[in-house]
């Protein structure tokens, strides 16, 4: 699937077929099994992100496939023909049928890791994980707050939260389909408590959430930015971290300077190319 | 000058005639020289301050004034009368003729500081010194932004970065009262560089500046918040710090989620009294 432009995917992405390329010396050829489609991945096609790929490109940034073809320079004890393997880079047009990568691009799987979960672990669980780890030391029985529960890296965060004897307190919106059905997912990934943007405008709201939590809030994980990232720093306690990985309203954040100066609430980016 | 009742300072503070305060044991009697009057004070008075005296309240954070009595407690290697001494705590009360302190609160000064610097070194030079210090280790050479730069503080990190090496960048409003005189005063403090508000929000103004800077700009310090923060984001360089440590403009920051997440531009508050 590839675009010869920046914009609508809708329209920009045709399926394409190309002659086989020829294999580098020291590069593998990947089958692809499985890619994952990730906000990212829209925006880069869209033109509308940090980073862009020359012109035409293939889509996709992660997916899962199975060596069919290594080159001479290989060397077996990295990656061998018949081993299936992740990106460890982005940019790898994963929405193709074979995709070149060099042997330090690739890394190779458990067998007991299913393509599924291995399709779509490099961008979002890692994301979740490293927002987990890298900003706040948090001990079994903290909280982290986030909101866009239901994202890829939202309910990654649940179930690494879940693992880690971590409380998640999960905003998401009221208005949208099957509410029920996905309140219900949540639970079962392990989500602690649920809640809803207008709970977090609302003194009563507040008041509430505030009195299902034992400690304070000290880290924050928002993908929506606006009034949303807004409503987070309205539930964490002092010295909090408010992490921002991505930005699906498409609005700037509005944050209180008492907030930042008396409470010294504290902003961090998260990119996952970055890391 | 006490206030009953928080609100405005010019009708509720009150010139009063008070009995002199029996000494403490472990404190020292304080003739007051000078008191300066910070942003700070005045926000407090009116009860918009994240720390409120007890009601009652004299006014007045931080003051240079003389020993006349010390209680008997007193280590005479820490205080005696006849030295002249700072507040290295606030609330003290300085807006007035005696304040009592304990030893333990008040910090000697050498004979050849000037009461004029001693009145007012406590807050603002100090919050300017650390702002410098503990986010972003500058080196000389390194660059320092700043909005509010007319403010006490500014003029502190204008000096204090000239002493340290780095070039300090100073945004102020170009409607201001003498304007040349405020500039020419700027420059004679040390001040590298001056822009207006205006420079930062269009393309030619931060091209102009940027053509003025050898190297990126990590540090930002903001006292205005609103719109004035958001034009310190766009001269700032990847992973920069902007400290927030005051809101003048009584607004709230607009931040762009991009520059967070793809620049890894990181915010912070300074809040003096929490050091």
Redesign the interface.
Known sequence: LSYAEFGDPVTQLRFEEAAEAPLGRDQVRVRMLAAAINPADINQVQGRY?SQPPLPAVGGNEGVGEIVEAGPNVDPAVARVGQRVVFGTSQMGTWSEFVLAGQDQVLVLDDDTSVEHASCMMVSACTAYRMLHDFVQLQPGDIVLQNGATSAVGRAVIQIAKSMGVTSVNVLRRERPDLEGTVSELRSLGADVLAFEEDLETREGLRQLRAQLDRPVHLALNCV?GKSATNLTRLVGQRASLV????MSLR????????????????????MT?W
């Open positions: 940090a930015g921002t990985y991505g930005g700037p954040t509005q944050l209180s300077t008492a907030k930042m100066i008396f409470e010294d609430l504290r902003l961090f980016g998260y990119w970055r």
